[in-house]
């Protein structure tokens, strides 16, 4: 295992469309929690302008909520992990160097397998990346920190993990699929976008909610506002075991395809 | 005994309709250089590609070694096909570490086989800077990587100019001088010639021969004889018992011989039937030359 990630490591350490993406992705995030504190404190205090009663101020970064915020918020950038996840892959095709490292003597299985490692390493360390933003504001935007406050809720981590990993290896599994990144890009975007919400646009919720796309965005519920509790909105501000099998169902299910066409194809 | 390497038994590919391959049948012995030649579509590389475990066959099995092929017998096998296969932003240098790495061998070789091909002084290049020549040159110091048994080689000198295939060509026989077993693919066959001892010739996914190069060119001699009353020679030649076969060609007649009976005699015979001759000469058919009739006999 450790010699495959090694190898993995090799093959990226010279790869600067994958340096440059990561670090814009890293960025992306850092900035944009760390900028829309005052949008979401100037919100607030809108809100309270105009609301007849008083609203509890806003803690949408105090400990440990932030974790189930902050997880929810970033799942909405996996998408650019996907791009880069699909980069890696095709890029095997396109070089044609999947079949060299068959012939020099990987077994196919252990060309899958460090694909999934690599997008496990990518997984642990997009989650590593929000869980030290959100110690970072989370102590800044807590009065009186205990343990229990800061390790409240980490489940959400987890869940993120879970999900980013689920989500990379569908779009692993698309770029294996088509094998060119251009197409497999097009194809996970509209998919993501548009072929999975006017699917379930018509299928009713019970089957709807099934869907990759649903299913792995859905492991972290919308976190419930002041705001909304107002309103008698109420999400899942939980991680339900079901909705983690599903997506571990999902990671089976995209992993197992995968290999199943490499086992089959020519290289 | 000789030991075999490889053994191929009724091997079969199609592609739709199809037939790359077509109920293949082969042995390679230990030691010996191979060229399998063919026209382009001969089904050569999809040979190659199926005893790489790269393209899965329709029907038919090999073995390496006398083993099931896994990735522990491709271990023992350095290989190029069709064309140098590499990270274009990695080094060339670290390009054969990711070999090395593959084929759980340390990295101690790389110098040496970086110095075989002399390549050392380019090795911290990007591999997308090398000219053609330098990457197949790469191609061949990633297969010699972990001392394999056996090499394949599949056209190693496609597009390379004279002075480079002049150098890869030396770099295969100071190979195969190591005792290597080697697996030559080309469609240029002077190269064979000069480099292999057995020969595999495909056509249509079909072996049309496999032997020893001395055992095709040692085939019956042939001599071109001409005289002044061409009717008369080759009555006179159609009476002799050694000749095994007459072609008219432009204006002389092709003779076949039989083994042990030469040009010398045959003049003598024809001097002493009073028939005059203009040419005589011993013809060598090149492998070119048995190869075209090869294909063509079908």
Redesign the interface.
Known sequence: MI?LL??EF??I????TFWILSGLYALLIILFFFGIQSVIDDLAEEANKKSPIPLPGLSAYSLPDIWHNLTYIAGYFKIFLAVIVIILITNEYS???I?????????RW?FLKSKLLTIGVISIAATILVFIIGLILGMLNTDDITAAKMFGKTEFLLAYFLEIYAFLTFAFFIGFLVKRSGLAIGLLLLYYYILEPVARYKLPDEVGNYFPKKAIGTLIDIPNTSIMRLFGVEFQDYISPLDALVVVAYILLFGGLSYWILI?R?? | MEETVLNIQHLSKNYGRIRAVDDLSLDVHKGNVYGVLGPNGSGKTTTLGIILSVINPSAGEFSWFGKTPSKETRKHIGAILEVPIFYPYLSGEKNLKIVADIKNCSYDGIAEVLQTVDLTERKNSKFRTYSLGMKQRLAIAAALIGDPEVLIFDEPTNGLDPQGIAEIRELILKIAALGKTIILASHLLDEVQKTCSHLVILDKGKDLFAGKVTELIAAPMQVEVGAENMEELEKYLNENENVIGIEKENMILVVKLKEGYEGAALNEFLFSKGVPITHLSARKKSLEKYFLELLSEK
């Not at chain 1, 350490?13 to 600067?16: D, H, L, P, Q």
């Not at chain 1, 060299?100 to 003597?105: A, C, D, L, R, Y």
Request: net charge positive.
């Open positions: 010699r090694k190898i090799k093959k350490s010279g790869n600067r070089y044609k160097t079949r060299q490292n068959v012939i020099s003597g990987f077994s252990d089959k020519d290289l």
